[in-house]
Every structure is written in structure tokens, then in C-alpha cells.
């Protein structure tokens, strides 16, 4: 992948080039954890930059938690788009990384960043995870909607029809998540590219497994359980396993020809927050 990345983007191959860096990165994390605190505290809660979702320049609302503390992946809301930070950021790597011409698929289908992908790629497909009952590409409604069902272990497109897979936070909540990357991988054409994030550790080798689901169904839980927003459930949804370095591995397992991580933290685009990690294959 020969493309130039933006001002504040930064490959990553290996656990260890991240080692090696390690110095670096911690200086750098200084200077940027104290612009956040000032930001945070500045009157207003706005940061002044350019959307490369909506391609303009646009302010970005700082939201705090009931702590104080903002969660920065999940604000910095666009004035013009409503995008957050990892959605605008998502969108950037989408339209700046190649890509064969030929059909997207996302997986998601009910939020707002699939409302405005589909304005910007026309023929975009979502999905959400509906039913157990469910068959693969079957639509099912859904508070006055009609979604897509999907189970990213077994997905319902031809081998070789997709020019794009994006997934965003969801591959943590799939307990056989190396099924949902072969799947991904076997539906891409040759140069397809799937952009994914996921809670994934730049300094962890490898992944930690925080439940796991046995043939019977139960799961077990390995580590205290933690849950994430449900777009379709307010129940949240369990969180199996947080990345290391070894999905990249996965990735080439799976049928990849080319796999990275891709990190971010740039306040011109308002991206903050952490390094921000975007796992970036090639078919």
C-alpha cells in the first residue's frame, strides 16, 4: 500500500516496530494529553477543524461523561455531518485508501454513519446482527425499519462480489472472530480492502480473551464481563476479546495479502483521544 496518508496517520506492520517506537510514542503522548486537558477545560467544549467526512471546515462539540472526562472516540460531533471522531476518522481512511470499483458492505445499518455512507457511496449495503432465527441477507423489521440480517461468520454474499468490507466495533462482540475475517476475506475480490476497528492494544502482542462460548451456547467468562452499546437491544451487547498484534496474523491466515494498523491522532481533522488504531487488509 504506496498511498500518502494525511499529517497525524501512521503505519504500523509489527508488535515490534511499535517496540521499537516505544520511546517516541510515549513523549508524544505527553504533548498530546496535555492539548486534551486544555481543550477539554476551554469554554464552549469546541474544537475549530476540517470534516473530511463532509469535506468543509466544521467545529467539533466536546461532550463530557458523568466523570468529566470526555471519551473522545465517541464525540467531537460535527456541526455540519453529526459524525463523531472514529466515524469521521473512518470515513477519512474510506476515502483515501484504494480500493477496486465494485459494491461496499458495512456492518452496521442503524446508525448514522451508515445514513450518511449511503449518501456518499450509492449501493451501499448494511446490516445488523437481528435474529438467531434469522437467515443470511434475510430482511426483518425493525422499529419502522427494514434491516439486513447478517451473521459475519457466515454471510450471505458471493466469493469475490465485494470491493470494500468496513466493520467497525463489532468483531469484539463475535466469540469465533477468525471466522468473521475468513468470511470477510473470501467475499472481497482480489485488491478488496476492509477497514476495521475494534478494541485493539498497540502495546499487546497478543489478543485477551475475555469470554469464550461453548458448543452449547454458555459462555464462559474469563475476565469480569463488559458490555457495549446494542444499537438494537438497550441490554448492550457482551465484549469477547480485546485485540493484540496476533489478528494481524489472523489476517493472513484468513486469505490476506497485506494487513497493517493504522493510527491516528491529528486536532486539524479533530481526531483525539488514543493512538486510535484502524486494522487495514488487502485481499
Not at 452496521?108 to 445514513?115: M, P, R, S, V
Not at 449501493?123 to 427494514?146: D, F, H, I, K
Request: glycine share 10%; hydrophobic share 40%; charged share 20%.
Amino acid at each position: 500500500m504506496h498511498d500518502q496518508l494525511p499529517h497525524g496517520f501512521k503505519r504500523w506492520t509489527s508488535f515490534g516496530q511499535v517496540r521499537g517506537a516505544s520511546q517516541q510514542l510515549g513523549e508524544e503522548w505527553l504533548g498530546q494529553s496535555a492539548l486534551q486537558r486544555q481543550l477539554a477545560d476551554c469554554a464552549g467544549g469546541v474544537v475549530e477543524g476540517y470534516c473530511a467526512a463532509c469535506l468543509q471546515p466544521s467545529s467539533f462539540q466536546i461532550r463530557v461523561g458523568d466523570d468529566g472526562i470526555p471519551n473522545w472516540r465517541e464525540t467531537l460531533e460535527c456541526a455540519h455531518c453529526g459524525l463523531i471522531n472514529r466515524w469521521r476518522a473512518s470515513v477519512h481512511l474510506w476515502r483515501l485508501l484504494p480500493r477496486p470499483p465494485g459494491d461496499v458492505y458495512i456492518t452496521e445499518q442503524t446508525t448514522l454513519l451508515f445514513e450518511r455512507l449511503s449518501h456518499w457511496q450509492p449501493g451501499l449495503v448494511g446490516s445488523e446482527y437481528v435474529s438467531a432465527e434469522a437467515a443470511p441477507g434475510e430482511s426483518r423489521p425493525w422499529n419502522q425499519m427494514t434491516l439486513r440480517h447478517e451473521d459475519v461468520t457466515n454471510l450471505s454474499f458471493a466469493g469475490g462480489s465485494l470491493a470494500a468490507v468496513l466493520s467497525f466495533d463489532v468483531l469484539e462482540h463475535v466469540p469465533d472472530y477468525r471466522a468473521a475475517v475468513s468470511e470477510f476475506a473470501r467475499a472481497l475480490e482480489p485488491e478488496g480492502l476492509l477497514i476495521l476497528t475494534a478494541p485493539f492494544s498497540l502495546e499487546a502482542a497478543t489478543t485477551t480473551i475475555r469470554a469464550q462460548r461453548g458448543n452449547d451456547g454458555t459462555i464462559e467468562h474469563l475476565l469480569p464481563p463488559v458490555y457495549h452499546d446494542d444499537p438494537l437491544s438497550g441490554d448492550g451487547v457482551l465484549c469477547y476479546q480485546e485485540f493484540g498484534w496476533d489478528l494481524v496474523d489472523d489476517l493472513g491466515a484468513a486469505g490476506f495479502a497485506q494487513a497493517e494498523v493504522i493510527t491516528c491522532w491529528a486536532p486539524a481533522y479533530g481526531y483525539l483521544g488514543s493512538a486510535q488504531p484502524f486494522v487495514i487488509a488487502r485481499r
